[in-house]
């Protein structure tokens, strides 16, 4: 990329015929989501920064925040 700064090259295992989907923030690779043929896809994604790549079936964490009346005006 002329006059730009050069990224790193960085490879990541994919069994092949899976597509892949790169998700960035702030041009870095945070996230991938791979698809395999005929299956379930799953994410794997970089929690750090430091390139510890975890495998995650859902981008859901479970976390919920709980909704319920504190205080209600009548």
């Not at 006059?3 to 996230?31: C, D, F, L």
């Not at 920064?49 to 964490?61: E, Q, T």
């Amino acid at each position: 990329m002329p006059g730009g700064p050069e990224e790193p090259a960085v490879n990541i295992p994919v069994p092949q015929g899976h597509q892949v989907e790169e998700m960035r923030e702030g041009g870095r690779v945070v996230a991938l989501k791979v698809t395999p043929p005929g299956g379930k896809p799953y994410y794997l994604i970089d929690t750090t920064g430091n390139g510890n790549w975890m495998r995650r079936d859902s981008l859901d964490d479970g976390v919920r925040v709980p909704m319920w009346p504190i205080y209600t005006f009548d």
